[in-house]
């Protein structure tokens, strides 16, 4: 035979293409043309070899493992800003921050690592930023604007001020402002506190837009001469008539924790004999089965600042009387069970505490106040004559009198904003007939007209919102009382007795980043609700038995945070 042709797929001088040449069908077709030419064929193919290519993935796959995981470059400043707001709204130290910021940093070179000093620094510049608008939105709001009074503690039960701003903005839309947070002022504990806020109002530049102040009773000295001193300036409606409001919880609070005094004993033997039956599953579902009570309802375990949870253990455990008895008598461990007179004075408070409940219920409502139930337009005078006739013949004249003082107030916006008469405008008696009456007062032209159904469901603001040009001086006066207050606490913390408690990473702050963390955590996320908190079950058979994480129960215990209601 001839020499033999060695035919390369790669060379210029061929026209077959090498990824054809893997194929047994294409090797054929090209020896076929070929001819007898051709002894043998070589294909070399550019294809990796199978053991090459498993070693250049390892190579790969080592090579990532020794760079960063992140190749995008990151924004520094992004970066930054995110994690000043992790810490404003989780109150998370400046330390922990720096060691989270470590961590991204190995995760991806392109970001550096923030300091502590650097992310303090970082939170005063934006506490700063957000205080001036803060500012600006205060002044330039129309309304006027409502105070709050609240006190926090700690662990080490120093006592703190925080001011609240309540106002209604353009948009009709309720806006609740921090503006301080400082130490108690003592031990001159009203003057002081009359200074404080005076000098407050007038570094907001807000003295003159002060309607109202919602405070407990401890403040209400200090209060009263705070409504002096802004009332000599002139700065106060109805000469400081509606300045002042009673917090209504914190009046019913005293009440209530007054009661629970006299049973404290007794409501402690309840507490510790849920705990036991945590843990004695079994006789106590044979002390059920013995008296064929149902275990469905569960027990409850309280936490003791909040007085509502600890109204709901006494009634769960009134429900269970009987078999917390027999277990006394089947289990020689148990030493925690309430005495027949115990028993009693328990149902005997259940009793007193029940109505409480469901007026404590009543407070988180936001139209309760009088004046707000008139300025409801599906309510008027006439829903106020039903409540009062209802208290009793004494109270059934009484309207009248909150008939005058909504008049007197009217009469004094009347003067402080005077309005351009639109009696004269054609177009305007022809949108609103005989809205415009210069003999009679908006606010009587509200109460003749027909009341909405009383089975509608309508947003009172939206209502008022609407009819501004309708009502121009009463939808202002609406404005200012809707925004009222009428408790200085969070509708979360309607059953707890004490003060709000500052948690174990807030409290380690000095003062002065306290103040900064805690108020713009509120300007920027708002007046948040406290989440309830997940709660752990431990069921029982034949009764189900619900308590708070340990955790969360230990921490109520050393003062360092206030708990949510828990079911247990």
Not at 16 to 42: H, P, W, Y
Not at 220 to 245: A, D, P
Not at 474 to 479: G, V, Y
């Amino acid at each position: 035979m001839d020499s033999m042709n060695l035919i390369n797929l790669d060379d210029d001088s061929s026209t077959k293409d090498c990824s054809t040449a893997c194929s047994s069908n294409k090797r054929a077709k090209i020896m076929q043309e070929l001819g007898d030419k051709v002894e043998t064929v070589r294909i070399s193919c550019t294809l990796p070899n199978r053991r090459e290519s498993k070693l250049d993935s390892s190579n790969k796959r080592n090579a990532s493992a020794s760079s960063p995981t992140g190749t995008k470059k990151v924004d520094q400043q992004v970066f930054s800003d995110m994690s000043v707001r992790n810490c404003l709204r989780y109150c998370s130290t400046f330390a922990s921050i720096q060691d989270l910021s470590a961590a991204c940093c190995h995760l991806n070179q392109s970001i550096k690592p923030l300091s502590a000093a650097t992310i303090k620094a970082e939170v005063w510049k934006l506490h700063q930023k957000m205080k001036g608008q803060v500012k600006f939105d205060l002044e330039k709001v129309s309304s006027r604007i409502c105070l709050t009074v609240n006190f926090w503690t700690s662990c080490t039960t120093t006592d703190y001020l925080c001011l609240s701003a309540h106002y209604l903005d353009e948009d009709w839309k309720l806006n609740v402002k921090f503006i301080n947070f400082s130490q108690a002022p003592f031990p001159n504990f009203a003057n002081d506190l009359c200074d404080k806020i005076y000098s407050l109002l007038n570094e907001w530049g807000i003295g003159n837009k002060i309607f109202s102040l919602t405070a407990d009773n401890a403040c209400s000295m200090g209060t009263m001469l705070l409504c002096e001193q802004l009332n000599q300036q002139g700065s106060l409606l109805c000469q400081g008539k509606f300045f002042q409001i009673a917090s209504c919880a914190d009046i019913l609070d005293l009440i209530v924790e007054d009661s629970l005094k006299v049973i404290d004993e007794s409501v402690c033997k309840i507490r510790e004999s849920v705990k036991y039956v945590a843990r004695s599953k079994p006789v106590f579902h044979k002390c059920l089965d013995i008296f064929g009570i149902e275990g469905s309802n569960g027990l409850w375990l309280d936490v003791p600042n909040r007085w509502n949870s600890t109204y709901l253990m006494i009634e769960r455990a009134l429900h269970y009387q009987q078999a917390f008895l027999a277990l006394k008598m089947l289990d020689t461990k148990y030493t925690h069970c309430p005495t027949s007179t115990e028993w009693t004075m328990l149902g005997k408070t259940y009793k007193i505490l029940k109505p409480f409940h469901e007026m404590a219920k009543l407070f988180l409502d936001p139209i309760i106040l009088l004046p707000t139930f008139i300025l409801d337009p599906r309510l008027k005078m006439q829903y106020v004559k039903s409540c009062l006739r209802e208290l009793g013949e004494s109270y059934a004249e009484k309207w009248m009198h909150v008939y005058d003082q909504l008049k007197m107030l009217f009469k004094d916006y009347k003067n402080k904003y005077p309005h351009k008469d639109e009696s004269g405008d054609s177009e305007f008696q022809c949108i609103y007939p005989g809205v415009s009456d210069p003999n009679k007062l908006e606010l009587d032209q509200y109460l003749d007209e027909p009341r909405v159904d009383v089975c509608s469901q309508i947003d009172v603001l939206s209502y008022w919102k609407e009819n501004q040009d309708k009502y121009p001086l009463l939808s202002r006066m609406a404005k200012d009382i809707l925004s009222i207050p009428i408790t200085t606490i969070s509708s979360e913390s309607a059953f707890s007795i004490g003060n709000k408690v500052l948690n174990r990473c807030i409290k380690r702050f000095p003062l002065k980043d306290m103040e900064a963390i805690l108020t713009t955590c509120n300007w920027l996320y708002g007046y948040e609700s406290y989440e309830e908190k997940e709660m752990e079950n431990v069921h029982l058979i034949g009764c189900e038995v619900n308590y708070p994480k340990m955790s969360e129960y230990l921490r109520w215990h050393t003062g360092e945070s206030e708990e949510e209601e828990k079911e247990v």
